[in-house]
């Protein structure tokens, strides 16, 4: 299927006239006579931009010639590897292929080996693999790495002569355990009014990271930090994000900073927005933080305190305006010093998490705001916007239905005001067994996320403007703000170019799409690698999917998935009844449906094609059907 950017239709095209093309391909198409079929069909008679030209695969190797069979199951052909295009490549080794040609009558492109991981099934193989195979650079070019080690890390007085002077006020980092670039910071004093200064300080990246230089080309070409669950691979690399741009305490910082005076309501008063130095008296870690909360002993006891209350305050006027309180559990392992996943805990969201957020969304709206809103002798400029589009109307209905089998009766048919109703039913399912398969259907009627200069608004989080301004070090798009931000209010100048800033905003959604793909790729790895240990064993499970192939088990103890595949499920012939979102029994009318409790088997774990498979413990039909 083609996706047209021409004609509202996708068009259809028939396997023979596919050609070359392959999966995410730019190509060209004669549309060919609407006959029977629905949509548009069409042959391919162009290749005007490869999506990828190189791949993740294993070398086979033969006498004459070698194929590099792909890892993804989207490249449906092997690439032919002379046997001199294979740079030191062994038979059965995980390599990295580039495809340098394909010939008018060849069945496979021609290509070389660009790349030699090692063996697979090791997990640093493996780990590489994943982000090899999403388009991301294994290691920062050398010359990158020295334009990195030539920044100074001594700030001089002549810079922090230019900005506002942050270091005598109160100022602390909240971040992970293991967080090592520390993006944000918090500043928090009393005013003589009664009202509370907070500074929302922001790593000033921009000041090091010079707009096209070294750092800037390949800030631009990685668009984003990756986080796999055994490492982070940074966007800049290390000793600008862990330590000149880091928010390390006890050390002088340049910062973009946004300040706001807020009333005992929570009700900005004032607000500043520039370039700032400051001084972090102490590194917190949630876990800390939120324990200092709970107690109200500790250091900063006062400061966190008055934080955590205009925090709620706000996250309770943001959910009354239609924001969308999604809180979905998110699975993280703990790993042993060789990185093999010794158990599974899930991270929840506490009123740390939830201060910082609150905070950080305050300052990301202020500055898309005061750019993006037209006003009495104020003209919106170029800028960088996260955007959320309305959920579509029709995926909103389905939902509603779908709902109606477990009890819950919500009408969404009103994308404006369906952001209440959502709220209203994930405070009702919250700790009951479906909560997770429905929060996670609930997101799936939702557009998605992405950066733009054409501003319409972020749906899920309420706001009419909103941007990404927070997160510099791990962010692209945060860059481009920071830069904006400088132009426009620092040095008062005209508009930036919007096809420019376009390209940019399109470039970062793309490769932050690649990033959560890599994400869940190393999720997956791990835990079928979680699981390996477990073949034989019995669990109990909730259905979180159900496909024509099979139905997809979530385990409860520990949110890993596996397949039960339909012709695997004895006593009956199961059809798929994709309405109701369940498989039915053909003779004995046995369901299977979204959100069913269900005891399985582990019955593989298979790490090569990150798949788990499961088995039926009991079908509950009886003995003598």
């Not at 090091?208 to 490492?231: C, F, H, M, P, W």
């Not at 400051?278 to 709970?294: G, K, P, V």
């Not at 002798?377 to 996260?386: E, L, M, S």
């Amino acid at each position: 299927m083609l996706i047209s950017k021409e004609i509202e239709e996708d068009v259809y095209i028939p396997p023979k006239f596919i050609g070359h093309a392959l999966d995410g391909d730019t190509v060209k198409v004669f549309l060919m006579a609407q006959r029977k079929r629905k949509s548009p069909e069409g042959q391919i008679v162009e290749i005007i931009q490869r999506a990828k030209t190189e791949f993740v695969g294993t070398i086979e190797i033969s006498k004459n010639y070698a194929f590099l069979v792909p890892d993804s199951r989207k490249m449906q052909v092997d690439l032919y590897i002379p046997l001199e295009k294979l740079n030191g490549a062994k038979n059965g080794e995980k390599v990295v292929g580039r495809m340098t040609d394909w010939p008018k009558d060849a069945s496979s492109p021609f290509g070389e080996i660009v790349e030699v991981l090692g063996k697979p099934l090791e997990n640093e193989v493996e780990m590489t693999a994943i982000l090899a195979d999403n388009g991301f650079p294994l290691r920062f070019p050398k010359h990158v790495e020295e334009a990195a080690g030539d920044i100074s890390l001594t700030i001089s007085e002549e810079e922090i002569a230019k900005r506002k002077d942050f270091r005598e006020i109160t100022t602390f980092t909240i971040d992970p355990l293991d967080a090592k670039d520390f993006d944000d910071a918090l500043s928090i004093r009393t005013l003589e009014n009664g009202n509370t200064e907070v500074g929302v300080h922001i790593a000033d990246v921009t000041h090091y990271v010079q707009e096209n230089g070294i750092l800037d080309k390949e800030a631009v070409n990685r668009a984003t930090s990756v986080y796999l669950v055994d490492r982070v691979i940074p966007m800049l690399p290390e000793v600008l994000s862990n330590q000149v741009c880091s928010l390390r305490p006890n050390e002088e910082k340049l910062t973009f900073s946004a300040v706001f005076e807020l009333d005992e309501n929570a009700k900005v008063v004032d607000k500043w927005v520039g370039r700032t130095v400051i001084y972090s008296d102490r590194r917190f870690t949630y876990e800390e933080a939120q324990e200092i909360i709970e107690s109200g002993e500790g250091e900063y006891k006062d400061e966190l305190a008055t934080l955590n209350n205009l925090a709620r305050i706000m996250r309770e006027k943001r959910l009354d305006s239609g924001a969308i309180a999604f809180d979905k559990v998110e699975v993280r392992f703990k790993l042993d010093e060789k990185k093999m996943p010794e158990s599974v805990f899930f991270k929840v969201q506490k009123d740390a998490h939830k201060l910082i957020e609150e905070f950080m969304l305050l300052a990301n709206r202020t500055v898309a705001t005061m750019i993006g809103k037209p006003g009495k002798g104020h003209t919106p400029k170029t800028f960088v916007y996260r955007i959320h589009d309305k959920p579509d109307p029709e995926k909103l209905m389905n939902f509603s239905l779908f709902l109606k089998t477990f009890g819950y009766r919500y009408n969404f048919s009103n994308p404006d005001k369906a952001a209440r109703g959502l709220n209203s039913l994930l405070q009702e399912i919250k700790g009951k067994r479906e909560e997770n398969m429905l929060e996670t259907l609930a997101i799936r009627t939702m557009a998605k996320a992405e950066y733009s200069t054409e501003n319409i608004g972020h749906y899920g989080l309420g706001f009419d403007y909103y941007t990404h301004f927070t997160s510099p070090i791990r962010r692209y798009p945060d860059v481009m703000v920071h830069r904006l931000l400088d132009r426009y209010l620092a040095k008062g100048e005209k508009s930036a170019n919007e096809e420019h800033y376009e390209h940019l905003c399109k470039h970062s959604s793309d490769m932050e799409r690649r990033a959560a793909e890599a994400e869940r790729d190393s999720v997956k790895y791990y835990q079928v690698l979680y699981l390996k240990d477990s073949v034989g064993e019995e669990f109990d499970g909730v259905i979180s999917g159900v496909t024509e192939w099979g139905i997809f088990v979530e385990l409860i103890e520990s949110k890993c998935e596996g397949m039960i595949r339909l012709r695997e499920i004895q006593g009956d012939y199961y059809y798929f009844d994709d309405k109701n979102h369940r498989i039915v029994g053909h003779n004995y009318n046995r369901v299977y449906q979204l959100g069913d409790p269900i005891r399985i088997k582990v019955t593989n774990a298979d790490l090569y094609n990150k798949r788990i498979d499961f088995a039926l413990v009991d079908t509950g039909e009886d003995d003598d059907l």
